[in-house]
């Protein structure tokens, strides 16, 4: 947590977060989606990563932008011209389907990718994780952006922080507490996935496990 004072977080959208998006929102008590940034690409913002009997494997949303390299977060559209939705859900449910809860929240999850509906993508992110906080009982406090914010003076800003691009000797959390993972004996134990590896695997668990995680946040 912030040592001035400042207490609201910065964040960007995030297809099915990584845990240290979670954590983070859980550390803070308010946080701010950002949707009036330039939109940029390989980012959490379309992606998420699972593990899976291959290995880790990232599920990226195709989107469109309908002002280029100029559009906004708030006006991204998922792709309407690939079947994504089926291909994510058929990599989630094989990666998953042995894990202790997936009967349990398979039923949570699972219609937002059997239909072919087209979504801003900032809604999409919005209405997976909503359902998935809700579920788990997570008070989590988030807000959206009505300005861009360049500089942020009065956040904790992470927009880019938070990126599967970041260098392995800078992370926002430096150890992660071991839980059983479907494939971890042929992988070891793989940390930081996206939330519904943590869902799947914990099940009502989950949020005690990113409650203990805040303490190894930013050291």
Known sequence: MSADGKNTLLIPTAYLPPLEYMVAMLAHSKAEVDLHETYPKQTWRNRCRILTANGVLDLTIPVTRPMGNHTRTLAVMTSSHEPWQ???WRAI??????????????DLIAPYYLNS??????????QLLHAIAG?????????????YKKQALDYIDLRNRISPKNR????????????????????GFIPNLSIIDLLFHMGPDAPAYLRDAIRFYLG
Do not use: G
């Not at 509906?117 to 919005?126: G, I």
């Not at 579920?135 to 952006?145: C, R, S």
């Open 168 to 187: 392995d000797d800078e992370p926002l959390i430096d150890h992660w507490p071991i839980y059983y993972q479907t494939f971890s004996e042929k992988y």
């Open 93 to 106: 449910s094989s990666a998953y389907r042995k894990a202790p809860y997936f009967i349990f929240y398979e």
């Open 117 to 126: 509906s087209q979504w801003f993508l900032w809604e999409f992110n919005h």
């Open 86 to 88: 089926q291909k994510h």
């Open 135 to 147: 579920e788990l009982n997570m008070d989590l406090d988030w807000a959206y952006t009505d300005t």
